[in-house]
């Protein structure tokens, strides 16, 4: 465990993602709207509160903060508040932060109330070769991307729905359009699998050069998520895929994405600690 | 009514009180609006005054002293030519709290046909400033109609009185914006030229769609629409396949018996666009599309019956918030109308 102003920090960061998620809900059901640059401030500030501890919490193990599964969801956590800070002005999509928030909250209680994930591990999460830490930090943030790229596919089934149903009341009224949430979908799309491409392509470089450490399963789960990605991108390119299909797609897989990455980080744990700078990378590499 | 005491009042008829044929009677002209403006001048019972003109109402708001019922209504029967016993029996004649709690729910469109329309709101303001130029505005009014401005805004940022289009055009307009978002780089086809097809029209072109198509069986009728509305025609006879892969919009509205779009021709059409999602909107009764399109990917259909649906569950929905903006009138105009009473 590593108690102290990271774990506080984090935590507090967290609770301005809930609190701003519970404004927006407030609001919402009081007055059928929120005022997005209170939900924003408060994204804003939980944000920096959470930056801070990451950072508190790397110094402490000489690395980046991604050695345990708390870590790496906090990571995931981090990330997609970072890619909504920056792309949530820029498209201004009706209730993008509130869901967003809402993701944000999901994933921190999910991480909070599993005390063993933030098991202790023994020395840097990476050993020392920057470049790991690198790619680790690289794959973890295209999962936010891809965290983000589920809420706007979120926000698209949900106004599909709403045009297939005819409902025009309620939390419907405020949800941004199709074609704009298909928008940013495909720009989110090129984004993460870019990311995540790069990300490996700087894994590939220490597994050639270490061929004996590399952990068969995290490589396998980690090209199979990169893999799904770009099939989906190209499918949704060459428009084989769109719409509804797409939507659910992205949701199923960042879904899988997520989940695959307790079983993974569990598999990493053993051989790690015995062999500290043997290790691919994460989530899967 | 006491001859010491300046009395708040209004007078007014409205749809609520008279049919529209009597309403359109007694509209008054501008000479007649002149005429009903000068009596403060001539008259020592009457102080101040604002005349609201609307095509649901005719009213005047002042503060004067005696029996105002008798001598206004002799004066405005006189003015709008109209018997006075008629007039009597249709106008309303409200005082003090009750004749503000009246000006705010007006202003703020509780008492429109339309519930929680706003064009009454620029209505009520450009009666004022008129009435101001005039010279016949004093400290009562100017203060009635200034909280008149305030009450209309809370109620409209605190309560659901505006939400919701209540027209089957803006309806579908509705559908559309949550389809595209933005409408600059939509382009609309409309077939026929009904009168509903027409607002449509209108609300799009309002909306921000700068290319429209239109075509109808009459090329002229097409033409002279297009005209109005900036528009290009598209013959009736060449509305094929590739055409409509181009549009984002359809809007029908053809007397036609028969569908002018079945379903293998809408999947043969969204074979050949990409991923854009296709609007079709009938409003044409019988229907010109076939429904079961609906079920098609990317395709959506609305009819007159789906979007009257709605405007109707919306009109309903403001109705009820007639209860909450009423609450608040009530609260205010006691104590707006305690001050209006000190000065």
Redesign the interface.
């Known amino acids: 465990m590593h108690p102290g102003v990271d774990v506080v920090s984090i935590g507090l960061g967290n609770l301005l993602y809930c609190l701003g998620f519970l404004f927006a809900i407030f609001y919402l059901l009081r ?2 709207h929120h005022p997005r640059w209170v939900l924003y401030a408060l994204i804003a500030g939980g944000y920096a509160i959470q930056t801070f501890g990451m950072y508190q919490r790397g110094l402490a193990i000489g690395g980046c903060p991604m050695g345990n599964t708390f870590e790496i969801v906090q990571f995931v956590i981090w990330s997609l508040t970072f890619c909504f800070l920056v792309l949530g002005p820029a498209f201004r999509l009706s209730l993008f932060g509130f869901f967003t928030a809402g993701l944000a909250v999901l994933l921190a209680i999910l991480s909070f109330a599993n005390p063993s994930w933030d098991a202790p591990y023994p020395g840097r999460p990476f050993g020392p070769s920057p470049w790991i830490e690198f790619h680790a930090s690289l794959a973890l943030f295209s999962y936010g991307i891809f965290g983000l790229l589920a809420v706007s596919n979120l926000l698209y089934l949900l ?1 599909n729905f ?3 149903e ?1 409902r ?2 309620g939390l419907y ?1 405020f ?6 949430t ?1 928008t940013l979908s495909l720009r989110m799309l090129v984004a993460g699998c870019s990311v995540l491409t790069v990300s490996l392509a700087v894994g590939s470089i220490y597994w050639i050069q270490n061929l004996a450490t590399v952990d068969w399963l995290k490589l396998f789960f980690t090209v199979s998520v990169w893999l799904a990605y770009l099939l989906v991108l190209a499918l949704r390119l060459g ?1 084989r895929l ?4 797409l939507a659910w797609t992205c949701l199923a897989l960042f879904l899988v994405a997520v989940i695959s990455l307790w079983p993974v980080d569990q598999s990493r744990a053993e051989p790690e600690s015995a062999l500290p700078e043997s290790s691919f990378g994460l989530p899967h590499g | 009514m006491d001859n010491q005491t300046q009395a708040f009042f209004c007078w007014g008829v409205s749809h609520h009180s008279a049919p529209l044929s009597y309403r359109e009677a007694i509209a008054p002209t501008p000479p007649q609006i002149k005429k009903i403006y000068a009596l403060p001048h001539r008259c020592d019972w009457l102080h101040e005054l604002t005349v609201l003109s609307t095509c649901n109402r005719l009213e005047v708001y002042g503060t004067g002293y005696g029996e105002i019922e008798e001598v206004l209504t002799a004066e405005l029967s006189e003015i709008l030519q109209t018997e006075a016993d008629s007039l009597r029996e249709k106008s309303t004649l409200k005082f003090g709290r009750d004749a503000l709690s009246h000006l705010f729910a007006v202003t703020a469109g509780l008492d429109s046909q339309i519930v929680g329309e706003v064009e009454i709101t620029g209505q009520v303001k450009k009666a004022f400033l008129q009435a101001g130029k005039r010279g016949t505005v004093g400290r009562k009014l100017n203060q009635a109609f200034q909280k008149s401005f305030q009450t209309s805004k809370w109620i409209r940022s605190h309560t659901h009185i505006g939400v919701g289009q209540i027209s089957v055009a803006t309806v579908a307009v509705d559908f559309v914006l949550k389809i595209y978002g933005n409408l600059g780089k939509s382009t609309v086809l409309v077939i026929g030229a009904g009168d509903i097809a027409e607002k449509t029209m209108a609300a799009l072109r309002s909306r921000g769609v700068r290319n429209l198509i239109l075509s109808n069986r009459t090329f002229a009728h097409a033409r002279a629409l297009a005209e109005a509305n900036h528009g290009i025609v598209a013959p009736f006879d060449s509305l094929d396949c590739h055409l409509i892969t181009q549009v984002d919009i359809v809007v029908c509205s053809t007397s036609s018996r028969e569908y002018i779009f079945d379903r293998s021709q809408v999947q043969q059409i969204m074979k050949r666009r990409t991923i854009r999602p296709l609007c079709l909107i009938d409003l044409a009764l019988p229907r010109n599309i076939e429904p079961t399109i609906a079920a098609l990917p990317n395709v959506f259909l609305y009819n007159l019956d789906d979007l009257a649906k709605i405007a109707q569950s919306n009109l309903e929905a403001r109705r009820n918030e007639v209860v909450r903006g009423m609450d608040y009138i009530d609260r205010k105009s006691l104590r707006v109308m305690q001050n209006i009473n000190r000065t």
């Open positions: 007055t059928k106004q709403s045009l297939e005819r025009l009341k009224l949800l941004p359009s199709l074609v704009e298909e428009n769109y719409g509804k299909n």
